[in-house]
């Protein structure tokens, strides 16, 4: 591995498993490697959701899912599934006939109500994964885009306007400025909410989020890091992903030590709204850390000695 090598490079891609009608494959896939994050994130997204319904009082929440993949961010923070749950009902239960499959899902979520009541429209490059995500009613709308170089309809444009929390969760990296370029200036723009949307993402800490955050600050959003949160994403793949990553992480002069040297990504928790809300949203994701058992993401890491030992969190 030269050290020019690019964060992109580096991490292993999945894109194969995203083409597969139904999630079988890759929550397979990642359980084996410990995938995590979109579950860890959930209570800071949940957070936000709750902190735009205090301020905007009688207005529903919409959410749009950058990188939506297979609707997962709707299972966890809409309808509060587990991983593990998720996982067990792709081995044993739901079918992998398509039409049997979205079905089965559809039953399952039929029967868990929503931990929110919340629309949410998902977006992703991964047709398969995102027509899942709609057929099994994860998704109230689907864009299937790569914003990076193409544009947004006119459709696409009013389901944008309609949202007020924006969640990206393991996809900053492939999904940078061009793509918030294009979302942002859109993004609760038919909607009275006093307080302007809200985003919650979690970044890696081999990419750089400066680019990003410059297309939130055009909009007069403001990118804020949560203090004291790193959040553990999943276990490396192999041994030559793992020395990848360390000698990205080493040309950027970030120290592994403690975090990725144990085997596992980090991310680290990030926010944006308007300057009035953003302080508000910081200190209540910092509180809703602390009232979690401190010690999860720690038993995670300590206990990391290969992908398949990640324990999920405690909550
Ligand atoms: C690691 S997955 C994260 C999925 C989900 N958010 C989660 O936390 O489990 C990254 C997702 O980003 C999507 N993606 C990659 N490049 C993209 C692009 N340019 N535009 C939209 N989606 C993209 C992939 O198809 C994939 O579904």
């Not at 050290?3 to 999630?23: D, G, I, Q």
């Amino acid at each position: 591995m030269t050290s020019s090598t690019s964060p992109n490079e580096a991490k292993r891609s999945f894109s194969n498993f995203y083409a597969e009608p139904t999630p079988h494959g890759y929550l397979l896939e990642m359980n084996r490697l410990g995938y995590q994050i979109a579950e860890q994130a959930r209570q800071y997204c949940v957070t936000a959701a709750e902190i735009l319904a205090e301020e905007n009082p009688g207005w529903p929440i919409r959410m749009l899912d950058v990188g939506c993949s297979y609707g997962i961010g709707s299972a966890f923070v809409k309808y509060g599934c587990t991983f593990e749950e998720l996982a067990s009902f792709f081995s044993y239960r739901a079918p992998e006939d398509y039409a049997a499959c979205t079905a089965a899902m559809r039953m399952w979520l039929n029967v868990v109500p929503p931990k929110i009541e919340m629309g949410v429209v998902g977006l992703d490059v991964a047709e398969n994964a995102v027509k899942f995500a709609v057929d099994s009613g994860l998704l109230d709308c689907g864009i299937v885009k790569n914003l990076e170089s193409e544009e947004l309809s006119e459709d696409e444009i009013a389901w944008i306007s309609g949202c007020n929390l924006l969640i990206c969760t393991g996809a900053i990296g492939y999904i940078g400025e061009n793509s918030f370029d294009r979302i942002l200036p859109h993004l609760g723009s038919s909607r009275t909410d006093s307080s302007g949307p809200a985003a919650v993402m979690t970044v890696l800490r081999m990419f750089d989020i400066a680019e990003v955050e410059s297309a939130f600050n055009r909009v007069g959003m403001e990118v804020r890091k949560v203090p004291g949160v790193r959040l553990p994403q999943r276990g490396f793949a192999d041994d030559e992903e793992m020395q990848g990553v360390l000698s990205v992480l080493a040309e950027k002069g970030i120290d592994p030590e403690g975090w990725e040297s144990h085997g596992v990504y980090y991310a680290d928790l990030y926010v944006a709204a308007m300057p009035e809300l953003v302080g508000k949203l910081v200190e209540s994701m910092m509180k809703s850390d602390n009232e979690r058992s401190l010690f999860a993401s720690h038993v995670a890491v300590a206990s990391a000695k290969s992908p398949n030992e990640l324990t999920l969190p405690v909550e």
